[in-house]
């Protein structure tokens, strides 16, 4: 429903951010199509002098050649590939995390608008009816009897309802601007509708991106610390070079293949004190990750909890606002019969627009923190 709205709406710091975090994607995807070997060409010119007691003995030399390194650690590779697949994954997660804020930003900026909207026709609506108040009591103030206080107390309301309307226009415009949208282009009786939204199901599965991230980075942390602990083992790689020299007596080709190994005896306590620091890490790591599944849970009772204060809330304004109506055209029909009671109508109709005006602004709140509850659970469809 709200895509034909937010598809529209484009924020450049949004966009830039997100791709920001593709590209890192993109460069691990890269590196995964990389094989582990190195070739590489070689050529050296020289010119030697070598001074005899008898005479200069001169010689030129030409060596150019190809030479070839194939690491054959098997597990480093295997380490090497998991660890890039764990990258992606934990740079997935924040991708999602900025796709639902970018698409939880857009949805907040168009309640924003639609907000403004309502409100701007419902205190027109309780301006029009202050006014019609004002000249009734300033009709009475001719005849002679005294209302003044009561022409006060409206003019009081007049204003505080035109400051009210000043400011809500400012707001208007400014989110309008924001997204670069004119107030033709988001029509809010049709936006209004995203306020019968399905209501919370405690069976629905949340996958929050931030506990996805968190996974990964301590799979990372498990993949880092077996990388540690093969340090010290034995580093093979095979190596095949070609060479041809060239020097005033002739020329020789020679190929040579090689074996070759590493093994580190010591290396000052560096190791040790990465896996120290490995096996730290992974403990944080593991109490986050366990402190997010708990936040989580308490995230849906919570939720839970303040939907049903909010459409309770939401309801009993809808069963005031009914009463007012009702109210209304009884009063509609006494003054058809004649008799004077359009005071007690001015009266129902501003505080039907008060209850009107709180009801709405109950009704954001209610979607805004819907919107931020889907945010965290990661619960929007297509973000």
């Not at 030409?62 to 690491?71: L, T």
């Not at 697949?85 to 900026?109: C, F, G, M, P, S």
């Not at 400012?170 to 033709?184: E, F, H, R, T």
């Not at 580190?264 to 109490?287: A, E």
Request: one cysteine or more; charged letters at 30%.
């Amino acid at each position: 429903m709200l895509d034909e709205f937010t598809n529209d709406i484009q924020l450049t710091e949004f966009e830039i951010q997100i791709e920001e975090i593709e590209l890192e994607i993109l460069k691990i995807d890269e590196e995964m199509k990389q094989i582990p070997l190195i070739i590489s060409a070689t050529g050296k010119l020289s010119h030697t002098s070598e001074i005899s007691n008898e005479f200069w003995d001169k010689d030129y030399g030409e060596v150019v050649g190809i030479n070839s390194s194939y690491d054959i650690n098997i597990w480093k590779q295997k380490l090497k590939e998991e660890s890039q697949k764990t990258r992606i994954k934990i740079y997935n997660a924040e991708l999602q995390v900025k796709k639902n804020d970018y698409y939880k930003r857009k949805i907040e900026t168009l309640i924003d608008i639609v907000e403004s909207q309502e409100l701007s026709k419902i205190l027109l609506n309780e301006k029009s009816f202050l006014s019609d108040k004002l000249r009734y009591f300033a009709q009475i103030q001719l005849g002679g009897d005294n209302k003044q206080l009561e022409i006060s107390e409206v003019k009081v309301r007049l204003g505080e309802v035109s400051d009210k309307l000043t400011a809500n226009k400012i707001k208007l415009d400014q989110n309008l601007a924001y997204v670069g949208l004119s107030a033709n282009a988001i029509p809010s009786p049709k936006v209004m509708t995203v306020f019968d939204v399905n209501r919370f199901e405690l069976a629905c599965e949340y996958d929050p991106p931030e506990l996805v991230k968190l996974a990964a980075e301590l799979r990372l942390l498990e993949i880092e610390e077996a990388s540690l602990e093969k340090t010290n083992e034995l580093d093979l790689s095979i190596g095949l070079s070609i060479e041809q020299r060239r020097t005033h007596l002739g020329h020789s080709n020679e190929a040579v293949l090689s074996l070759s190994g590493k093994l580190p005896l010591y290396d000052g306590g560096k190791n040790s004190t990465d896996r120290y620091i490995s096996k730290k890490s992974k403990s944080l790591k593991i109490k986050g990750l366990k402190r997010a599944s708990q936040d989580l849970d308490l995230l849906i009772k919570q939720r839970r909890s303040s939907e049903r204060v909010f459409t309770a809330s939401i309801t009993s304004l809808d069963v005031q606002i009914a009463e007012i109506d009702k109210s209304l055209i009884e009063l509609n029909a006494r003054q058809k019969m004649g008799q004077s009671v359009f005071l007690e109508i001015a009266d129902k109709k501003i505080q039907k627009s008060k209850l009107q005006e709180a009801q709405l602004r109950l009704k954001c709140e209610f979607l805004e923190d819907w919107i931020t509850f889907l945010r965290k659970v990661n619960g929007f469809k297509n973000p």
